[in-house]
């Protein structure tokens, strides 16, 4: 008798359904495969937008609130000694260096102290007060010789309150910054303490404010508020980083990775650029309708774009753009532009050009020799996609500023 068959699939037919499988597994391979590049292109590209558009308000922010408290030149249209361009000395025990300086302007493009960022980004440094009793540079006057520190006697004392910190500024002197510790009548005292050196302002690199060394005419001194700002901004390590100077030792190369000292704020920026906005027409004064009709205002017939490189700046911070205070009536505004790319890296060339940008005179980043590319001939900047970030943002407290006597 014939043995039954056994029921199944021949080796033929297991070979086919096999293929038939292995097709399909390619087919869904392939398309996962555009799903996670599409899906890289557009977390890509959202990441340049979102990175930028954030580094972008917070620079704005900041610059927009530049020389708040220090810009007036005059006081109640009378000339005075001006905060604004003045070497400020400071003081705070809880630094790692406790005496340093700065510059007392609005916003400093490669300010000369703080160590560069990465290759081809600027620094910017932005200072501004935030009293409420002083608007637009409001000073006051020290007219008594029985002023010694740590109590200063006021000719008023204008809204000024225990904690404010104020700068004092003096022809031909350096300025320097306290903070009030009590004030009762017209007298201010800046006892010893965290912002105020022992034993006198000219006891750790200040000049101290005392009438038997140091006479008192024309001094001033301006209200900055309860919390004034020193912000340094720059790119490191491809992040958007913030000193504060007032609290960090922003000066202080050997702490540039320290990210308790330069706060890593927006990841993925690739470049900074700031420039200043010069009004150079001929005759950028004349004077107005407002009240008082002597307040001078720029005409910004002709604009040029300044960056204040290293290479065309002497020792100090703004020479020769601004050689005295009078010169930033002539500064509307500035430049700022950011470039961000996308975290991911791309898994082949997406970017074949250098982007470019138009505010601030234009010009095309240089993405070789960078972070990103340390070789000068590498193309390891084509696998990151990019977005330019580009604003003017206008100075409004030196536009604002009483300019009587330039």
Same mark, same amino acid.
């Given at each position: 008798?014939?043995?039954?068959?056994?029921?199944? +699939?021949?080796?033929?037919?297991?070979?086919?359904?096999?293929?038939?499988?292995?097709?399909?597994?390619?087919?869904?391979?392939?398309?996962?495969?555009?799903?996670?590049?599409?899906?890289?292109?557009?977390?890509?590209?959202?990441?340049?937008?979102?990175?930028?558009?954030?580094?972008?308000?917070?620079?704005?922010?900041?610059?927009?609130?530049?020389?708040?408290?220090?810009?007036?030149?005059?006081?109640?249209?009378?000339?005075?000694?001006?905060?604004?361009?003045?070497?400020?000395?400071?003081?705070?025990?809880?630094?790692?260096?406790?005496?340093?300086?700065?510059?007392?302007?609005?916003?400093?493009?490669?300010?000369?102290?703080?160590?560069?960022?990465?290759?081809?980004?600027?620094?910017?440094?932005?200072?501004?007060?935030?009293?409420?009793?002083?608007?637009?540079?409001?000073?006051?006057?020290?007219?008594?010789?029985?002023?010694?520190?740590?109590?200063?006697?006021?000719?008023?004392?204008?809204?000024?309150?225990?904690?404010?910190?104020?700068? +004092?500024?003096?022809?031909?002197l350096a300025c320097w910054l306290s903070q009030v510790t009590a004030v009762a009548g017209v007298t201010a005292t800046t006892a010893t303490g965290q912002y105020n050196s022992a034993g006198g302002q000219g006891a750790v690199n200040y000049v101290k404010f005392d009438p038997a060394t140091i006479p008192q005419v024309g001094a001033t001194i301006f209200n900055l508020g309860n919390a004034p700002q020193v912000h340094v901004y720059a790119v490191r390590n491809g992040n958007l980083t913030l000193c504060d100077m007032l609290t960090s030792a922003c000066e202080n190369a050997a702490l540039i990775n320290d990210a308790t000292v330069w706060k890593p704020i927006v990841p993925g920026i690739?470049?900074?650029?700031?420039?200043?906005?010069?009004?150079?027409?001929?005759?950028?004064?004349?004077?107005?309708?407002?009240?008082?009709?002597?307040?001078?205002?720029?005409?910004?017939?002709?604009?040029?774009?300044?960056?204040?490189?290293?290479?065309?700046?002497?020792?100090?911070?703004?020479?020769?753009?601004?050689?005295?205070?009078?010169?930033?009536?002539?500064?509307?505004?500035?430049?700022?532009?950011?470039?961000?790319?996308?975290?991911?890296?791309?898994?082949?060339?997406?970017?074949?050009?250098?982007?470019?940008?138009?505010?601030?005179?234009?010009?095309?980043?240089?993405?070789?020799?960078?972070?990103?590319?340390?070789?000068?001939?590498?193309?390891?900047?084509?696998?990151?996609?990019?977005?330019? +970030?580009?604003?003017?943002?206008?100075?409004?407290?030196?536009?604002?500023?009483?300019?009587?006597?330039?």
């Amino acid at each position: 008798m014939k043995s039954k068959r056994e029921s199944g +699939f021949s080796l033929v037919e297991v070979m086919v359904g096999m293929l038939i499988g292995l097709i399909g597994v390619i087919i869904i391979m392939q398309v996962l495969s555009m799903a996670e590049a599409q899906r890289r292109a557009t977390s890509g590209g959202a990441d340049a937008h979102i990175n930028g558009a954030l580094g972008m308000f917070t620079l704005e922010r900041d610059i927009r609130q530049a020389g708040y408290g220090f810009t007036a030149v005059t006081v109640n249209g009378v000339a005075s000694t001006p905060l604004l361009n003045c070497s400020v000395n400071a003081y705070n025990n809880a630094r790692s260096t406790p005496a340093f300086s700065f510059t007392a302007a609005p916003l400093i493009v490669t300010p000369r102290n703080i160590p560069a960022g990465d290759a081809n980004s600027d620094v910017v440094q932005i200072a501004y007060g935030n009293s409420n009793a002083a608007v637009e540079g409001m000073t006051l006057s020290i007219d008594s010789a029985s002023s010694v520190f740590p109590a200063y006697t006021l000719s008023s004392i204008a809204g000024l309150s225990a904690n404010d910190f104020i700068a +004092f500024a003096n022809n031909g002197l350096a300025c320097w910054l306290s903070q009030v510790t009590a004030v009762a009548g017209v007298t201010a005292t800046t006892a010893t303490g965290q912002y105020n050196s022992a034993g006198g302002q000219g006891a750790v690199n200040y000049v101290k404010f005392d009438p038997a060394t140091i006479p008192q005419v024309g001094a001033t001194i301006f209200n900055l508020g309860n919390a004034p700002q020193v912000h340094v901004y720059a790119v490191r390590n491809g992040n958007l980083t913030l000193c504060d100077m007032l609290t960090s030792a922003c000066e202080n190369a050997a702490l540039i990775n320290d990210a308790t000292v330069w706060k890593p704020i927006v990841p993925g920026i690739v470049s900074l650029k700031v420039a200043y906005g010069r009004d150079t027409s001929p005759n950028p004064l004349v004077v107005t309708t407002s009240n008082p009709p002597t307040r001078r205002a720029v005409v910004p017939d002709t604009i040029t774009w300044t960056e204040n490189t290293a290479a065309t700046r002497p020792a100090h911070d703004n020479t020769p753009i601004f050689a005295n205070a009078c010169f930033w009536e002539r500064v509307p505004g500035a430049g700022v532009v950011l470039l961000a790319k996308s975290i991911q890296r791309a898994p082949s060339a997406v970017t074949t050009a250098a982007p470019v940008w138009r505010v601030g005179g234009g010009g095309t980043f240089t993405m070789t020799g960078t972070i990103l590319d340390p070789l000068p001939t590498g193309t390891n900047w084509q696998f990151y996609r990019y977005k330019v +970030f580009e604003t003017l943002i206008p100075l409004r407290n030196v536009v604002w500023m009483d300019k009587t006597g330039c």
